[in-house]
């Protein structure tokens, strides 16, 4: 198979979907990648690197889409990527598609086979895919707010942690998975005062376990989270429902009548978000006000730390690239419910539920749509 790995175009995006060492992987079994010039530079693999593996350098995104059987990147494709898609060619890279009709429908006409890393499941109830970047994304949402709070960024002018004789910041978050756990593990480190709310109470007893008593666990109701949304300095937004649009939880009602200069991480934004005043925010401009509140909703937040967050990706997903390589698509799909879960689209079809149901579109059974082909 002819493996493709374009240079990622979204805003400050320096991860690259395969390191050197994957495509050594790859090239040992046989298969063939072509890579976009300079498409590593960004974390210090230059051309050179990925030649020396056996890669093909290519001078532009077209080169590489026209050529390649399979396409792996980092983050959705933008609109000038999608347009170079076609037919029976896989797609393997983070999609978000819930929230994201233009995307969706995109993807449905080039009649590609979009497999997203968000969706992919494990045994264990986990997203195998999902994971590292939750890790990386849920220990920078802690950095993110500290910064936030400072008053140079519309903060309240606060530490985390505070100094003795000083109380703490209150960090209140919202969905105590990979994101969550990651980022209560930072706030207690910095010394703050922590809250998960989350509304399965097996994930609040493992995390009352983990940190030994120094997080507070409470069940996620409609009063408790207003309780201590209100109350917070800092809220982290981490909640899922795999696929599904993020529910909004924090209302633009709450964000009223939280404290002035408090701050909210809504890291949750690739889903659409769970504070109804998130809108996706990048690198260069991570912040913004609404009601005194300081925003930070970066879609694309372990992309600011793109050397750490290409090999955790790596990781998690070189398995997974070398078994649709040696074994094509359909039987990849057929042999793993779990890669098939990350199937969203397949030629001009939406494969996923919740992605259907989040844009009333037409769902089919991701079974009955590979048959077909
Ligand atoms: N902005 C960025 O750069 C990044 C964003 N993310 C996003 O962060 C979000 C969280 O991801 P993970 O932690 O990996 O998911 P996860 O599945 O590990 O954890 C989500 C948690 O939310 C909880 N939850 C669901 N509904 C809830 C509710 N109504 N109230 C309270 N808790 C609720 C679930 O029980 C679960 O424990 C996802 O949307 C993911 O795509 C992840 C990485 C990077
Ligand atoms: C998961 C995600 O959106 C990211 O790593 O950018
Ligand atoms: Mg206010």
Not at 20 to 31: N, Q
Not at 74 to 99: D, N, S, W
Not at 152 to 176: F, T
């Given at each position: 198979?002819?493996?493709?790995?374009?240079?990622?175009?979204?805003?400050?995006?320096?991860?690259?979907?395969?390191?050197?060492?994957?495509?050594?992987?790859?090239?040992?079994?046989?298969?063939?990648?072509?890579?976009?010039?300079?498409?590593?530079?960004?974390?210090?693999?230059?051309?050179?690197?990925?030649?020396?593996?056996?890669?093909?350098?290519?001078?532009?995104?077209?080169?590489?889409?026209?050529?390649?059987?399979?396409?792996?990147?980092v983050?959705?494709?933008?609109?000038?990527?999608r347009a170079?898609?076609?037919?029976?060619?896989?797609?393997?890279?983070?999609?978000?598609?819930?929230?994201?009709?233009p995307?969706?429908?995109?993807?449905?006409?080039?009649?590609?086979?979009?497999?997203a890393?968000?969706?992919?499941?494990?045994?264990?109830?986990?997203?195998?895919?999902?994971?590292?970047?939750?890790?990386?994304?849920?220990?920078m949402?802690?950095?993110?707010g500290?910064?936030?709070?400072?008053?140079?960024?519309?903060?309240?002018?606060?530490?985390?942690?505070?100094?003795?004789?000083?109380?703490?910041?209150?960090v209140?978050?919202?969905?105590?998975?990979?994101?969550?756990?990651?980022?209560?593990?930072?706030?207690?480190?910095?010394?703050?005062?922590?809250?998960v709310?989350?509304?399965?109470?097996?994930?609040?007893?493992r995390?009352?376990a983990?940190?030994?008593?120094?997080?507070?666990?409470?069940?996620?109701?409609?009063?408790?989270l207003?309780?201590?949304?209100?109350s917070?300095?800092?809220?982290?937004?981490?909640?899922?429902?795999?696929?599904?649009?993020?529910?909004?939880?924090?209302t633009?009602?709450?964000?009223?009548?939280?404290?002035?200069?408090?701050?909210?991480?809504?890291?949750?934004?690739?889903?659409?978000?769970?504070v109804?005043?998130?809108?996706?925010t990048?690198?260069?401009?991570?912040?913004y006000?609404?009601?005194?509140?300081?925003?930070?909703?970066?879609?694309?937040?372990?992309?600011?730390?793109?050397?750490t967050?290409?090999?955790?990706?790596?990781?998690?997903?070189l398995?997974?690239?070398?078994?649709?390589?040696?074994?094509g698509?359909?039987?990849?799909?057929?042999d793993?419910?779990?890669?098939?879960n990350?199937?969203?689209?397949?030629?001009?079809?939406?494969?996923?539920?919740?992605?259907?149901?989040a844009?009333?579109?037409?769902?089919?059974?991701?079974?009955?749509?590979?048959?077909?082909?």
């Amino acid at each position: 198979m002819i493996i493709g790995v374009p240079k990622e175009i979204k805003n400050h995006e320096y991860r690259v979907g395969m390191t050197p060492a994957s495509v050594r992987e790859l090239t040992a079994l046989g298969h063939s990648v072509i890579v976009e010039h300079n498409a590593g530079s960004g974390i210090g693999f230059g051309d050179d690197a990925y030649q020396a593996v056996g890669a093909t350098v290519l001078a532009t995104a077209t080169e590489v889409f026209a050529q390649a059987d399979m396409i792996v990147k980092v983050k959705e494709p933008q609109a000038v990527e999608r347009a170079m898609l076609r037919e029976g060619q896989i797609l393997f890279t983070y999609l978000h598609l819930a929230p994201d009709l233009p995307q969706t429908e995109d993807l449905i006409k080039s009649k590609a086979i979009c497999i997203a890393y968000e969706t992919v499941t494990d045994n264990r109830g986990g997203l195998p895919l999902l994971a590292p970047m939750s890790e990386v994304a849920g220990r920078m949402s802690i950095q993110a707010g500290a910064r936030a709070l400072e008053k140079s960024c519309a903060g309240r002018g606060m530490l985390l942690g505070g100094v003795p004789g000083v109380e703490p910041a209150k960090v209140v978050i919202i969905g105590g998975g990979m994101v969550g756990t990651n980022a209560a593990q930072m706030a207690v480190g910095m010394g703050a005062d922590v809250v998960v709310l989350d509304r399965s109470v097996d994930v609040l007893r493992r995390i009352d376990a983990q940190f030994n008593g120094a997080v507070k666990t409470v069940y996620s109701t409609v009063d408790a989270l207003e309780k201590h949304v209100l109350s917070a300095d800092l809220v982290i937004g981490g909640v899922l429902i795999p696929g599904a649009a993020a529910p909004k939880l924090v209302t633009a009602d709450h964000i009223k009548r939280m404290k002035p200069g408090s701050a909210i991480v809504d890291v949750a934004i690739d889903q659409g978000g769970c504070v109804e005043t998130s809108k996706a925010t990048t690198h260069a401009e991570p912040t913004y006000i609404v009601d005194d509140v300081v925003h930070y909703c970066v879609a694309n937040m372990p992309g600011a730390v793109p050397l750490t967050s290409t090999f955790a990706l790596n990781n998690a997903t070189l398995p997974f690239i070398i078994r649709l390589a040696n074994k094509g698509y359909k039987q990849a799909l057929l042999d793993d419910a779990h890669l098939l879960n990350g199937l969203n689209v397949i030629n001009g079809h939406v494969v996923n539920q919740h992605v259907a149901d989040a844009l009333n579109l037409p769902f089919v059974e991701p079974k009955q749509a590979l048959a077909a082909l």
